[in-house]
Structure formats: C-alpha cells, structure tokens
C-alpha cells in the first residue's frame, strides 16, 4: 500500500535555528498539508498546497513558516527561526478525493 | 467555522467491556466524518469513515454511525482488547470553498485497557 514518507522521524534543534522537515507524498495524490501537534493537545491543520501553490494557511502558519514542492515529488516544511513553542509533532498528509495519508509524523524538540 | 468535540478523557476499561467514545461536529455542508488512532509512538492511521447521513463506518470491530440529526458519530466496539489502548481522534473533512478537503480534528481521547 503507498505511503506518505517523514523524514527525520526526530529532530532536536536549537532556538533560533532553521529546520527543513521533508515529506515524500503519494505520487498520484494531488493536495498536500502540513499539520502539527503539540504533545497531549488536538491535532492541528496547518497549510495545504495544491497545483504548486498553497491553497489555505492557518493562523499558526506566520512569517516563520513556509513550504515548498522543489521536485515534483518531495514536499518540505520549513521553520526558519524555531521558537520553544515551536516543539511538537509534525504530521505530512497527502489527499486524493477525501481519502487521506498521513505521515508518520516528524517529532520537533527546539531546546 | 467547523469544530469537532470529543468526550473528555482519558477513558480506562478493562478487557472485554464496552467501548463508546462520544463525537459531536458543526459543519457547514455535508462533511465526511472520521475516526482516526494513534499507537504510542506511530502516527495517525484512519480507522473508519463515513461519507453521508446514515452511513455506518466499521473496521476491526469498532463501528460509528454518521447521524445527521444529532451531529454525531460515536465510536462503539463490543469487546476492547489491551491492543485497542491508544488515542481516538475524531475529525471532518470540510466540503466547501477554500477549505475544502481540510481536516478539522477533536482534542482525541486517550484509551487505556487493561487486561
């Protein structure tokens, strides 16, 4: 069965740091997201891309963030200043019709 | 906007009880509802759906009505096993304009069941 690809499945990093969260969606898919969830709480929507463009950001989804589809295959989330707040789990998901992927998961520590 | 609400947790059950973990949605449109778990440690994996009034999702056992009239689509199993200890999260897939396809999830119940 296809699957979504996270990787690193964990990454420390420091306050202030640039992290790149990768994500390799179902090929045929054509809509993708990024959703986050900080440890013990709901999991949160974050920003969906579709046709190389993001289609729908949440409030969350400021400045700091941004995403890209550099290849026609992998799909990154960038963090480019990580605050502590910042820490949590980072789920990718790819959709096609209304059956989603998701991914299993990137667990971000900002220290 | 949309909202999904989930009974508070954590629930303990012993195995071979009843399980219902209640979900109530506000939606606008005809939503698709689901249920998704998530093992210690593992990411999300869907566990049933259910794409319009009436319908019933079922897989390894739990089953979940979509009511219409109710705004609502409790999970049920007959008989939990230790293995069904892990987090619930219901959610609803939105069906109009610029949020179409986006997921909105409850808060997810922690389940815990001992032998």
């Known amino acids: ?111 | 906007g949309n909202s999904v609400t989930q009974m508070e947790g954590p629930v303990t059950l012993s195995e071979e009880a009843f399980l219902t973990i209640n979900c109530t949605y506000t939606a606008t449109g005809y939503p698709s509802l689901f249920w998704y778990v998530q093992y210690p440690g593992e990411g999300l994996q869907l566990l049933l759906k259910a794409t319009k009034a009436d319908d019933k999702g079922s897989n390894k056992g739990f089953e979940a009505t979509y009511r219409k009239e109710t705004t609502s689509f409790h999970l049920e199993k007959g008989s939990v096993q230790v293995s069904d200890s892990a987090v619930y999260f219901c959610a609803l897939i939105s069906t109009g304009g610029t949020s179409y396809g986006k997921l909105t999830f409850g808060q997810g119940t922690i389940l815990t069941v001992h032998p």
Not at chain 1, 17 to 38: A, D, G, K, M, T
């Open chain 1, 1 to 111: 069965e296809p699957e979504v690809t996270q990787t690193p499945s964990h990454q420390v990093t420091q306050m202030g740091q640039e992290v790149i969260l990768r994500c390799v969606p179902i090929s045929n898919h054509l809509y993708f997201y990024w959703y986050r969830q900080i440890l013990g709480q709901k999991v949160e929507f974050l920003v969906s891309f579709y046709n190389n463009e993001i289609s729908e950001k949440s409030e969350i989804f400021d400045d700091q963030f941004s995403v890209e589809r550099p290849d026609g295959s992998n799909f990154t989330l960038k963090i480019r200043s990580t605050k502590l707040e910042d820490s949590a789990m980072y789920f990718c998901a790819s959709r096609l019709g209304d059956g989603y992927t998701f991914g299993s998961g990137t667990r971000l520590t900002v220290v």
